[in-house]
Each structure stands twice: as C-alpha cells, then as structure tokens.
DNA sequence: CAATAAATAGACAAATCTGTCTATTTATTG
DNA sequence: CAATAAATAGACAGATTTGTCTATTTATTG
C-alpha cells in the first residue's frame, strides 16, 4: 500500500497539473500534455480524475493545502507578533519570485473558471477564507496601534496583500508587495 | 466613408469580443463564436484583425479607452477633491455589479495571455500605469490629513482598489470594495 | 452608370481537444 | 505461486479549434 520510493501516479498528475496548471492556464494545458510530463498513461488519469474539471478541482485544494503548510511554516519562525503581520509580505514577496510574478493560483482559477464551474469557485472561497481567518487572528494577537480596528485592519492586510500581488503579476516586480508592506508597517 | 446608422464590421465585432472575452475568457471564446453573435462574415474579421491574438489586444486597448472615459464622467460629477477619491471606490462598485463581480478585465487579460503575448501584457500595463497616474493627481489635490506621503496614500488607493476588486469577485458581492472605501476615508 | 471596395456564406484543411477503449505488462498481496 | 489490482501504450471517435479560400452579393464613390 505505500509507495516510498518513486511518486505514485496521482501526485505526478497533480505535481505537472499545478505547474503547467499555473503556468500556463487551465484553458491552455490540454490532457495529453499532463500525461505526456506526468510520465504517465491517459488511463490512469482518467481512473484517478473523472474529467479535466476534476483535476482542476483537485489542483486548487491541493494548492490551498500547500500555500497554508508553507505560510503557516514561515510564520512559526517569527516571534514578534506584528513581525508576523510583516512577514506575510515577505513570504508573498519570495513566493511571486518563485512563481516569477504570475499572480494568486487562486485568482487565476476564479478568473479562468470561476464563473463557470461551482466546485471550483468553493474551493477558491475556501481558500481566501483560510488567508482572512489567519490574517484576523495574527491582528487580533499583534497589539497593534489602532489607528483601525481590528476587523479593518485585517481586512486592509487581507486586501492589500491582494492588489499588491495582482499589480506585481502586472508590472513583473516585487514593488507593490514592498510598498504595502511599508504602509501596512505605518499602520500597526 | 462614414456609417451612421447601423454598426460598421468592426464595431460589432469588438462589443462582441468585449462581451465574450470578459464573461467567458480568451482562451474558452472561440472565433466562430465570435463571428455568430457579433453577426459577420468569418472574412470579415481576418480582414480586420490577422489573427485571434490581435483581436484580443485590440480588446484590452478599447477596455481601456472605454475605462477610461466613464471613469473620468463619473469623477467630474464630484466636487469635493476628497470625495473624488471615495468616488472611485462608488464607481467600481457599480461596475462591478454590472460585470457580476468578474472582477477587472485587465488582471483576467493578464492572468490568460500576460505571460505568454508581449503585446497584451503592454496593453495591460499601460491602463494600470493610467490608472495609478489618475490616483496620484487626484491624491496630490486631496488635502489628505498625511497619515501617510502622498505617494503611499496613491499606492495604498491603487493596491486597495485592486485587492477589491479581485476580493469582489471570489466573494461574488460588494462588501470588500465598501470596505476598502471605509478605510481610505480614516486614512485622508 | 461603372468601377472599386467591402462584406457575405460556407466549404475546407490541418491541428488539437477530451474522453473511451482494447490489449498488454507490471505490482501488489494473500 | 496465484490472483487481483494498477499502470501502460496507443489507436480511435467525435467534436472543436484557428485560419484560408472561393464565389457571390452588397455598398461606396468617382
């Protein structure tokens, strides 16, 4: 039943799903070159993912999964409270280099099928409730100024982290991500 | 050489492409869908644009122009410098009730085509540049109370609008644009 | 009116798409 | 080892994609 050595199939499904998923879009990444990089034959993806939607279904939860696992590990290294708020910035900041400023996976799933297919915009909600939540309770621990309360500033951090992500994949650099950084610095 | 009454071929190929483009994406918009609502001839078109690629930055570039100008009516409405910047928020609100929250068509036309067409992630970061310009002069003649600099109040506008608008459309309602707007007036 | 330009309908090519199916080989497990 | 399950390669169907081309009709303009 476990497989140590050498991916299962279904995670090198997902695995080149996600990149080419991101890469290149949904709409963009046919079937027959999932399996062609997966390694892996047509059938098995079709036993292990009914359709294509399927698989983008999976590739949103799977991504949500992993961006809350890395997060939430870069933000067990800090120990300042408003540190945290801080360094929310600097874990997006490496993760859009990483992802050389392609924007949120998630944004892009919902500005490519969102419209279209309900399980997928859930998975997405799900996805920026998580961030929201996580945002509300790093402000409601950080003893910030209250210049705003703690519901707006939340959703300020919320928000912002947001446009600046969305103006970075525009302008292909971190700026945005810094200047918000800064201001959001002013503001707790 | 003037058509009055009655679209001329180009025309109604662009609302159609607007409108389809925008509600279904680039990439799931198909020419010949393109040609059957618009109501032209196949020729027509790739006598107009060469390829569906042209069709698509023509699209951006009238997205913008056509931003733009309501934008600027809506604005010279409002007297009070302070309130133009509130207006802003108003007026993307009610236009994203009208698109039903599909959020902003320059970050889907960049989030489909952005990375892989030069033309169309020129065409994008031209309308954001403007976009952010407008801010700026509307900030520099605001008389905000200077929480913060000039300059961080117009990327903190910018970044909000963007991060609402995005937020907007996962969330499929107004409230974080409303709330955006909420913040930005303690903050001037 | 005559000449030129613009638009039309639609067939067509060539490629690509998702999804199905068969037949075979490789792993796993009792 | 024997039985079951999982994965493979690849042909195939049927639909759809962009873009080209021909032949015809409709507008425009000198």
């Given at each position: 039943m476990m497989k140590q050595r050498g991916q299962v199939v279904v995670d090198k499904i997902l695995d080149t799903a996600e990149r080419l998923f991101y890469l290149q879009g949904y709409s963009n990444t046919g079937i027959n070159q999932v399996i062609e990089e997966a390694d892996i034959a047509k059938a098995s993806l079709y036993k292990h993912f009914e359709t294509k939607a399927d698989l983008l279904v999976a590739y949103v939860q799977r991504t949500h999964e992993r961006w809350f696992s890395r997060l939430e590990a870069t933000l067990n290294k800090v120990a300042d409270p408003k540190d945290k708020l801080l360094a929310l910035f600097d874990h997006h900041i490496e993760r859009q280099e990483i992802r050389q400023y392609g924007g949120c996976p998630f944004i892009k799933a919902n500005d490519e099928a969102g419209m279209s297919d309900s399980r997928v915009l859930a998975a997405i909600q799900q996805a920026k409730r998580h961030s929201k939540d996580l945002i509300k309770k790093l402000v409601a621990a950080s003893?910030?100024?209250?210049?705003?309360t703690d519901r707006e500033l939340a959703e300020m951090i919320f928000i912002a982290l947001e446009g600046a992500i969305a103006a970075a994949s525009v302008f292909k650099g971190p700026a945005e991500i810094q200047t918000a950084k800064k201001i959001i610095q002013k503001l707790i």
């Open positions: 003893g910030h100024k209250r210049i705003l």
